[in-house]
């Protein structure tokens, strides 16, 4: 007597009737879906499969301790003693990363390859006596480790004196070409929003402000890219391959749909998308492994740790968008040895949990099919291009996995074929467990990948998808299952900087809202809320340092979470005093970017100043809101 077993009654009993009448439909059978919608361009349906890599932020800010320079910094500043693009390149290949972006130029203008264009550059520093080229080496670098190359150009230049004028794009599209017939093939060409501003523009020292979409004609320069490098995707502005996601924490929205409306960016529609966009401008979620985007000595004990990491891995990756993951070279040159600690303990976490597809030996069978080549299996074969479908006319089939028994996993991970569109809009999963079924999970959005990480480990008999809402038929290509992989604990690094003051030992002498305390705490996740300053009532706060000290400057860090109803401070005053009485002024002025980089503001005084007491006081928010919210209040010794 034949041996039936279990799973061959299951199978059994779920084709007939539901498979067997899925293959009498005639409906598409046999036949491709028609997309739905907007669908990505081949480079970007191939930008997407890289889904993270490495931004690296260096340049004269490294050597400033700033994050965006006035463009004032003599290029003799530039210097790091033992620069290794091999090191760079080895720590993000260690942390996962499928590619490494390059800051080529930051808003300071200053350059990282020889040009000729501007004497603001890599060839007037002390650097291989002017012979050095970073951009080079990092180019080599990435081809000897068969990793993509990328550049990001900043489109503002704050040292170039025709900046805001029609000069400075003959000069900006000089540079664009120079980087783009250099140094190989690109796959990222990024463009920054910043745009604009005061700067030292040849020595004007004024504020130029510009109507970016129109002063740079962004179509044309992204189709002069796209003419140098083909396979290039081009970030940011309208028209471009990629969109920012609103923020630069690393969170995507939930959902986040890849099409957005054939107009301006905003950024909330940028975080969440929306559905039926007619552009395919995916969204790229950025973020760095420090509080800031340059390396600053004061946060050697601030890097992220590797669960951390992961946490972003799922809330970038895991909702469809790429994670680009800022790694920032110190003044050596090189990725602090905690940095590339911390991204080996996340790389092989996340290598070792995907490894193996747990779903691989599992049997598929689906409540309809749209024939052999699109039947339930192809979820199981690990290839982007294949995929289950349904007929036409049935948008809410269910895809089941009969499992072998005791297959356990706390991570399910789903994908669309993006190249007929997204066409689920919403969904669930279920689990059968001691033979009932529960559901896991209802979200909105599968797009690239949909990453589900579950409480702990199950091992039920079978799971499902159902498809709860699409305009059109479902175009399946992995439904996945995997056991998730702790990263290995690394300690963190306790500061020993001597340039620093700690703030525990200060007192909050008055605050024109209650919770101060809150800012010398040396923890980011708590901030002080205070009413937003308005004409002629600022927010104000006075603080004792405990005992006399040599001040050379403070340090400010906006809240790390988005905030709905609270903002940063647009600028500031910031006075001293040695007995609490009779104050003197040490600097005003306003901080850059503060609304949307988040990272931390450090205002050196013009000079080193004898103090007690520091009192900053700030007019108005860095936009609009009905709170004004900061996380931390730091000061310094030395000018830094």
């Given at each position: 007597m034949t041996d039936i077993t279990r799973r061959a009654l299951v199978v059994a009993g779920?084709?007939?009737?539901?498979?067997?009448?899925?293959?009498?439909?005639?409906?598409?059978?046999?036949?491709?879906?028609?997309?739905?919608?907007?669908?990505?361009?081949?480079?970007?349906?191939?930008?997407?499969?890289?889904?993270?890599?490495?931004?690296?932020?260096?340049?004269?800010?490294?050597?400033?301790?700033?994050?965006?320079?006035?463009?004032?910094?003599?290029?003799?500043?530039?210097?790091?003693?033992?620069?290794?693009?091999?090191?760079?390149?080895?720590?993000?290949?260690?942390?996962?990363?499928?590619?490494?972006?390059?800051?080529?130029?930051?808003?300071?203008?200053?350059?990282?390859?020889?040009?000729?264009?501007?004497?603001?550059?890599?060839?007037?520093?002390?650097?291989?006596?002017?012979?050095?080229?970073?951009?080079?080496?990092?180019?080599?670098?990435?081809?000897?480790?068969?990793?993509?190359?990328?550049?990001?150009?900043?489109?503002?230049?704050?040292?170039?004196?025709?900046?805001?004028?029609?000069?400075?794009?003959?000069?900006?599209?000089?540079?664009?070409?120079?980087?783009?017939?250099?140094?190989?093939?690109?796959?990222?060409?990024?463009?920054?929003?910043?745009?604009?501003?005061?700067?030292?523009?040849?020595?004007?020292?004024?504020?130029?402000?510009?109507?970016?979409?129109?002063?740079?004609?962004?179509?044309?320069?992204?189709?002069?890219?796209?003419?140098?490098?083909?396979?290039?995707?081009?970030?940011?502005?309208?028209?471009?391959?990629?969109?920012?996601?609103?923020?630069?924490?690393?969170?995507?929205?939930?959902?986040?749909?890849?099409?957005?409306?054939?107009?301006?960016?905003?950024?909330?529609?940028?975080?969440?998308?929306?559905?039926?966009?007619?552009?395919?401008?995916?969204?790229?979620?950025?973020?760095?492994?420090?509080?800031?985007?340059?390396?600053?000595?004061?946060?050697?004990?601030?890097?992220?740790?590797?669960?951390?990491?992961?946490?972003?891995?799922?809330?970038?990756?895991?909702?469809?968008?790429?994670?680009?993951?800022?790694?920032?070279?110190?003044?050596?040159?090189?990725?602090?040895?905690?940095?590339?600690?911390?991204?080996?303990?996340?790389?092989?976490?996340?290598?070792?949990?995907?490894?193996?597809?747990?779903?691989?030996?599992?049997?598929?069978?689906?409540?309809?099919e749209r024939g052999p080549r699109f039947a339930a299996a192809q979820v199981l074969d690990g290839h982007r291009e294949t995929y289950w479908a349904s007929p036409d006319g049935d948008t809410k089939p269910t895809l089941m996995l009969d499992l072998k028994p005791g297959t356990a996993f706390d991570i399910i991970r789903l994908r669309e074929y993006l190249p007929l569109g997204v066409r689920v809009t919403r969904f669930a999963v279920d689990a059968e467990i001691d033979g009932r079924w529960q559901q896991l999970a209802e979200h909105e959005c599968i797009s690239a990948q949909r990453v589900i990480r579950l409480p702990k480990a199950i091992a039920p008999r079978r799971v499902r998808l159902r498809i709860l809402e699409a305009p059109a038929c479902p175009a399946i290509s992995a439904f996945e299952l995997f056991r998730s992989v702790a990263p290995v604990p690394v300690a963190p690094v306790v500061s020993n900087d001597p340039s620093l003051l700690d703030t525990r030992e200060w007192k909050v002498v008055s605050a024109s809202a209650p919770g101060a305390e809150k800012l010398l705490d040396q923890d980011a996740a708590t901030v002080w809320t205070a009413p937003a300053p308005i004409q002629g009532k600022p927010a104000e706060l006075v603080f004792d340092l405990g005992e006399q000290a040599v001040l050379a400057g403070f340090s400010l860090t906006p809240s790390r979470a988005v905030q709905t109803n609270g903002a940063p401070p647009k600028g500031y005053v910031a006075s001293v005093s040695e007995d609490g009485v009779h104050w003197r002024d040490a600097a005003s002025g306003e901080f850059s970017n503060i609304a949307y980089a988040l990272a931390t503001q450090r205002i050196a005084f013009d000079s080193p100043k004898a103090a007690r007491y520091l009192r900053l006081r700030f007019e108005a928010t860095a936009v609009p809101a009905a709170h004004l919210i900061i996380a931390e209040i730091g000061g310094f010794t030395t000018r830094r």
């Open positions: 779920l084709a007939t009737p539901a498979i067997a009448n899925a293959a009498t439909r005639s409906s598409g059978v046999g036949v491709p879906p028609k997309a739905y919608g907007a669908t990505p361009t081949p480079r970007q349906w191939k930008w997407h499969g890289r889904e993270q890599y490495a931004f690296v932020h260096f340049s004269i800010n490294t050597f400033t301790d700033k994050e965006w320079g006035y463009g004032d910094e003599s290029p003799e500043l530039f210097n790091p003693t033992d620069f290794s693009a091999d090191q760079i390149v080895a720590a993000a290949k260690a942390g996962g990363m499928r590619g490494i972006i390059l800051t080529a130029k930051h808003h300071d203008g200053f350059c990282l390859w020889p040009t000729k264009l501007t004497e603001h550059c890599i060839r007037n520093s002390p650097y291989k006596n002017g012979k050095g080229d970073i951009v080079r080496e990092m180019s080599d670098a990435c081809a000897r480790a068969n990793l993509p190359f990328g550049l990001y150009l900043s489109p503002w230049d704050r040292n170039h004196p025709e900046y805001g004028r029609p000069a400075y794009i003959e000069y900006y599209r000089a540079q664009l070409t120079e980087l783009c017939t250099r140094y190989g093939k690109l796959f990222e060409v990024w463009f920054d929003g910043a745009n604009g501003g005061d700067g030292y523009y040849g020595g004007a020292r004024e504020t130029r402000k510009i109507d970016a979409p129109k002063y740079y004609d962004w179509p044309s320069i992204i189709a002069m890219v796209h003419r140098l490098q083909p396979d290039a995707c081009t970030f940011d502005p309208l028209g471009a391959d990629i969109r920012w996601v609103g923020n630069e924490n690393g969170v995507a929205g939930d959902p986040c749909w890849p099409t957005m409306p054939n107009e301006p960016y905003e950024q909330d529609n940028g975080n969440s998308g929306v559905r039926g966009g007619v552009l395919w401008w995916p969204a790229e979620t950025d973020v760095s492994i420090r509080p800031g985007w340059f390396y600053h000595p004061d946060e050697n004990a601030k890097v992220k740790s590797p669960e951390r990491l992961i946490r972003l891995y799922d809330e970038s990756v895991g909702r469809g968008t790429n994670l680009n993951l800022n790694i920032p070279p110190d003044r050596r040159g090189r990725i602090a040895d905690h940095d590339v600690a911390v991204l080996k303990s996340f790389g092989d976490a996340i290598r070792a949990t995907f490894a193996t597809n747990l779903a691989a030996g599992a049997v598929a069978h689906a409540s309809a």
